[in-house]
């Protein structure tokens, strides 16, 4: 089993000790061949943005901004739906990588630092009036990533149901057919971090992100 790495934020905050992880994020991700990309490309000015990527409430609630992915409408075709679920998958692994950044750019925490995901909404596109009934299977891509990198029932590392690693991926879910668009899926996804941690990066560089660029400014100084 990998060794959990210190985070004052995580080792701090309030869950029984037999829901904690006991391993690094950062390996599942490396091992699952997640991209994370750099500061350069991802850590970049709100300027000119129309709604923000991240939210982070002091709280310690970060809301997600939904994400597209896939070419196709959805239908109960295997191979269509399996279409979707890849498609969703990716879009898991694009809010990772925006998350890693959201958390890390002004080096107060990182991926470690997530206490759980808590709810999740996978907007399908597919015909409506009841013709479809994919979109569950479909969200299952995106919600079963998130199993993988945090710990999950229906992660890669599971056996019989159960992760080794815990269950901080597993999340309440809305998963709903009938959307429209020249896409396949868009979810979006609530998640918790430690209050205090959530406050740090209040203070130091505010609750959005992209930055606004007086606070990419200071960032980029901080380097």
Not at 31 to 56: H, M, P, T
Request: charged share 20%; net charge negative.
């Amino acid at each position: 089993m990998e060794d959990m790495p210190v985070s004052k934020y995580y080792d701090d905050a309030v869950m029984p000790d037999e829901m904690r992880r006991n391993f690094d994020v950062y390996e599942r991700i490396d091992k699952l061949g997640i991209d994370l990309g750099s500061f350069e490309q991802d850590v970049v000015s709100l300027a000119g943005a129309g709604i923000a990527g991240a939210v982070i409430q002091e709280s310690g609630l970060v809301f997600l901004s939904g994400t597209t992915s896939g070419t196709y409408p959805m239908n109960d075709d295997a191979a269509r739906i399996e279409h979707g679920r890849e498609a969703a998958q990716r879009a898991a692994d694009v809010h990772i990588r925006r998350l890693h950044w959201a958390l890390s750019c002004g080096g107060e925490g990182d991926l470690n630092d997530v206490l759980y995901t808590v709810k999740a909404l996978g907007m399908v596109v597919s015909p409506g009036g009841g013709a479809s009934s994919a979109a569950p299977a479909v969200t299952n891509g995106f919600s079963f990533r998130w199993h993988s990198v945090f710990g999950g029932g229906h992660s890669d590392y599971a056996t019989d149901g159960v992760d080794p690693g815990g269950f901080s991926g597993v999340h309440a879910r809305s998963a709903i057919g009938g959307f429209d668009g020249r896409f396949s899926i868009e979810p979006e996804l609530i998640l918790a971090i430690p209050p205090a941690l959530a406050q740090a990066i209040i203070r130091n560089r505010g609750w959005l992100f992209p930055l606004p660029p007086a606070m990419l400014a200071k960032v980029q100084a901080m380097r």
